[in-house]
T-cell receptor, first 112, second 112 residues
Framework: DVKVTQSSRYLVKRTGEKVFLECVQDMDHENMFWYRQDPGLGLRLIYFSYDVKMKEKGDIPEGYSVSREKKERFSLILESASTNQTSMYLC???????????FGAGTRLSVL | DAKTTQPPSMDCAEGRAANLPCNHSTISGNEYVYWYRQIHSQGPQYIIHGLKNNETNEMASLIITEDRKSSTLILPHATLRDTAVYYCIARRFTGTASKLTFGTGTRLQVTL
């Protein structure tokens, strides 16, 4: 079974803090994704990566950065957390087929 | 990606078949139909996909009409654990990595 593991299920941070969300997949997938999910807005893509050290902006990259130093790991960084970044963050990975993505359980981040 | 339309909610008695419809009348010839579900507070889970033939796996069956303008996901013996939001997505099978666009989906409530 494909496994996508996110480092935390719940996280509480203060405004201005630097926040790291980690995601690891065990299926040697080339592609990895970070989404956020908010009520009424659905899933929105923040960043994705199609190879080590490669990244592409999604729909809402402002306030975020990413790092992919190893194929299995994709990190999302909130440089200076703000309250409007309170959300559910979902990591996903895939092979070449863009239609089949495997998601982690999500990290519910609260920024106070 | 072709637009998909699903009913906002459905109920199903436990042990009965759950038939979830999806309309994708503008689907193009090279777009597949994918189904995902999201159980409360978890990440989306890939269920099944198909192009024009009916498909079955251990989770569900997918019936696509001959004109490909609509499809039905069938959970043959629904259980309480199948209570979730179900999403139907139309997109190409191959191509560069990019986001999945989840609509509002169908909230399936399985009851005793």
């Amino acid at each position: 079974d494909v496994k996508v593991t996110q480092s935390s299920r719940y996280l509480v941070k203060r405004t201005g803090e630097k926040v790291f969300l980690e995601c690891v997949q065990d299926m040697d997938h080339e592609n990895m994704f970070w989404y956020r999910q908010d009520p009424g807005l659905g899933l929105r893509l923040i960043y994705f990566s199609y190879d080590v050290k490669m990244k592409e902006k999604g729909d809402i990259p402002e306030g975020y950065s990413v790092s992919r130093e190893k194929k299995e790991r994709f990190s999302l960084i909130l440089e200076s957390a703000s309250t409007n970044q309170t959300s559910m963050y979902l990591c996903a990975s895939s092979w070449d087929s863009p239609g089949i993505q495997y998601f982690g359980a999500g990290t519910r981040l609260s920024v106070l | 990606d072709a637009k998909t339309t699903q009913p906002p909610s459905m109920d199903c008695a436990e042990g009965r078949a759950a038939n979830l419809p999806c309309n994708h009348s503008t689907i193009s010839g090279n777009e597949y139909v994918y189904w995902y579900r999201q159980i409360h507070s978890q990440g989306p889970q890939y269920i099944i996909h198909g192009l024009k033939n009916n498909e079955t796996n251990e989770m569900a069956s997918l019936i696509i009409t001959e004109d490909r303008k609509s499809s039905t996901l069938i959970l043959p013996h629904a259980t309480l654990r199948d209570t979730a939001v179900y999403y139907c997505i139309a997109r190409r099978f191959t191509g560069t990595a990019s986001k999945l666009t989840f609509g509002t989906g169908t909230r399936l409530q399985v009851t005793l």
